[in-house]
């Protein structure tokens, strides 16, 4: 990854560039049942499928538009047999006739998806040896690129279908023309020996690469910097993996001058923990700490920050807090996403601040630090007075706590 992750938001602009809607950002969105799936809004070429989604879902409400023109590419060639999918999404390759899904995903908010259809999907991360759970490697591979999380993870990606696919195999990859898709066909291209793009819709690619006997690319290295004491280790694709983000700078250094805040045996959540940061600044004043993240490599990288900083604290893969039992925190410290995939998805943060307001003692706090338009006032409020601590640089950390 060249650099952080910048939560730019645009207004205005669907998750499905193909369908425009109106801005997805409102003040009072209707309540969604989060954890629910429910069938996928599917482009016409795709609609007498069934497949299934939910928030948090890359693509959601609908499929994403790169994997879309995968499953047409790929019903177009009649491909049969066992097809290892390394982003499976809500497995729609499994709708593909004559395929046999090996499901591969690590999104908790995907792997929910895939279990309620069925599928026994398996949870990993780009670099991970899937031969334990699958000794004869399947003879198709497929990947969706995911540019919008950096090169270093493309490359991963990458590197990793290299691994995955046998001599003689395919391998079809998908992505978008314009986060990358060219370059990294390039790159696989050198690794695989032969590939050409064989599908254009809009700016979605799908390329075809066979396998020639060669070398499988090396994963990139995570990267690490010192950030507010704490030792970050960033693996590529997390969430500010190179250097700390505005707005989790502009929380820690409001918190840190927080009197009142005292978190020495507090349980404290670091709710979307990404690289971890934010949990292992809460473990070092001393806080019992959980880190939450719904992304498997974001999981890794945070379980990577504690080891290196030598903190103890607990690192969980969960979509929210559905992995989270019946634990309740004192604190619960939060830099909310907005994005999901290409798109500006607002359901995951609300959901963040609901799971907030389950999980807080009475008396308990939550911080949230966030793009200053993004309008979480309305949720907050569920858990007590929301209370502005500070508006600055384009962000505002918003706090309310739970009455005793
Ligand atoms: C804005 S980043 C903040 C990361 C980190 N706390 C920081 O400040 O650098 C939001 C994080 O939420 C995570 N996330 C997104 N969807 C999630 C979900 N459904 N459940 C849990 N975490 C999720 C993302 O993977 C990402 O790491």
């Known amino acids: 990854m060249t650099g952080p992750r910048k939560q730019k938001i645009r207004f205005g602009r669907s998750a499905h560039p193909e369908r425009p809607t109106a801005p997805t950002v409102s003040p009072a969105a209707p309540p969604v049942d989060y954890f629910a799936t429910r069938p996928a809004e599917l482009p016409p070429r795709l609609d007498a499928l069934s497949v299934q989604t939910k928030p948090g879902?890359?693509?959601?409400?609908?499929?994403?538009?790169?994997?879309?023109?995968?499953?047409?590419?790929?019903?177009?060639?009649?491909?049969?047999?066992?097809?290892?999918?390394?982003?499976?999404?809500?497995?729609?390759?499994?709708?593909?006739?004559?395929?046999?899904?090996?499901?591969?995903?690590?999104?908790?908010?995907?792997?929910?998806?895939?279990?309620?259809?069925?599928?026994?999907?398996?949870?990993?991360?780009?670099?991970?040896?899937?031969?334990?759970?699958?000794?004869?490697?399947?003879?198709?591979?497929?990947?969706?690129?995911?540019?919008?999380?950096?090169?270093?993870?493309?490359?991963?990606?990458?590197?990793?279908?290299?691994?995955?696919?046998?001599?003689?195999?395919?391998?079809?990859?998908?992505?978008?023309?314009?986060?990358?898709f060219d370059r990294y066909v390039r790159a696989a291209g050198n690794a695989f020996g032969t590939g050409e793009t064989v599908a254009r819709?809009?700016?979605?690619?799908?390329?075809?690469?066979?396998?020639?006997?060669?070398?499988?690319?090396?994963?990139?290295?995570?990267?690490?910097?010192?950030?507010?004491?704490?030792?970050?280790?960033?693996?590529?694709?997390?969430?500010?993996?190179?250097?700390?983000?505005?707005?989790?700078?502009?929380?820690?250094?409001?918190?840190?001058?927080?009197?009142?805040?005292?978190?020495?045996?507090k349980r404290v959540l670091d709710l979307g923990c990404g690289t971890g940061v934010i949990g292992a600044w809460a473990a070092r004043r001393g806080a019992q700490v959980t880190l939450v993240d719904g992304d498997l490599q974001s999981v890794r990288s945070a379980q990577a920050t504690l080891v290196a900083n030598a903190l103890p604290g607990e690192v969980i893969h969960s979509d929210v807090d559905a992995a989270l039992g019946d634990r309740t925190f004192d604190v619960i410290l939060t830099n909310p996403p907005f994005h999901v995939g290409r798109g500006v998805v607002l359901d995951v943060a609300r959901e963040f601040i609901a799971a907030a307001t389950r999980r807080l003692t009475p008396g308990g706090t939550l911080y949230v630090v966030a793009n200053d338009p993004l309008p979480y006032e309305g949720n907050m409020s569920a858990i007590g007075p929301v209370r502005e601590l500070l508006r600055a640089g384009g962000f505002k950390i918003l706090a309310a706590t739970r009455s005793v």
Not at 91 to 108: D, I, K, Y
Not at 145 to 166: E, I, M
Not at 258 to 264: G, N, V
């Open 57 to 180: 879902v890359r693509g959601y409400p609908g499929v994403d538009s790169a994997q879309a023109l995968l499953f047409q590419t790929m019903r177009k060639d009649r491909v049969r047999g066992d097809v290892l999918d390394l982003t499976a999404m809500g497995g729609l390759l499994g709708a593909l006739s004559g395929v046999t899904l090996r499901a591969v995903e690590g999104s908790a908010a995907a792997l929910t998806v895939l279990h309620a259809a069925g599928l026994d999907a398996h949870a990993a991360t780009p670099g991970e040896d899937l031969q334990e759970r699958w000794p004869e490697r399947a003879r198709t591979v497929a990947l969706v690129l995911a540019g919008d999380r950096g090169n270093a993870y493309a490359q991963a990606q990458v590197a990793w279908a290299h691994a995955c696919t046998p001599p003689g195999g395919t391998l079809y990859l998908a992505g978008d023309r314009d986060k990358g």
């Open 201 to 265: 819709d809009g700016g979605m690619r799908v390329a075809k690469l066979v396998r020639r006997p060669g070398p499988t690319p090396p994963q990139p290295e995570p990267e690490t910097y010192e950030a507010h004491g704490v030792q970050v280790v960033g693996l590529p694709g997390v969430f500010s993996a190179g250097r700390l983000d505005r707005a989790t700078t502009l929380l820690l250094e409001h918190l840190q001058q927080l009197e009142a805040l005292d978190l020495i045996g």
